[in-house]
């Protein structure tokens, strides 16, 4: 059974930081694209970052130079750094794996809060 688990979310002061990780189990996403999406009350998801399988990375402009998605090929695991908070970071953030386009991934985990105050 193919499960993506997120840990490291919480409660942090605005200008503070979080680190996000991603743990995939059940098989390799050594050749999946993966990514990390957040969605706060009253909004629609959107794709945070994304790493492709070889490394390749992007991100949404409101967290370039303040959030930095990467990945262990070893561990399966990847991870998102985040600093500067803002109360705007506010949301449940998911980590995806396998992108079919259009912003659709295959496998998703069950998201994790993460809540910034002003």
């Known amino acids: 059974q193919v499960q993506l688990a997120e840990s490291g979310g919480g409660l942090v002061q605005a200008g503070g930081s979080l680190r996000l990780s991603c743990t995939a189990s059940?098989?390799?996403?050594?050749?999946?694209?993966m990514g990390w999406f957040r969605q706060a009350p009253g909004k629609q998801r959107e794709l945070v970052a994304a790493?492709?399988?070889?490394?390749?990375?992007n991100y949404v402009d409101s967290v370039k130079r303040r959030f930095t998605i990467s990945r262990d090929y070893a561990k399966n695991t990847m991870s998102l750094q985040m600093n500067s908070l803002k109360p705007e970071d506010t949301a449940v953030y998911y980590c995806?794996?396998?992108?079919?386009?259009?912003?659709?991934?295959?496998?998703w985990g069950q998201g994790t809060q993460v809540t910034v105050s002003s």
């Open positions: 995806a794996a396998g992108s079919l386009g259009d912003g659709q991934y295959m496998y």
């Open positions: 059940g098989r390799t996403f050594i050749t999946y694209d």
């Open positions: 790493i492709t399988s070889g490394g390749s990375t």
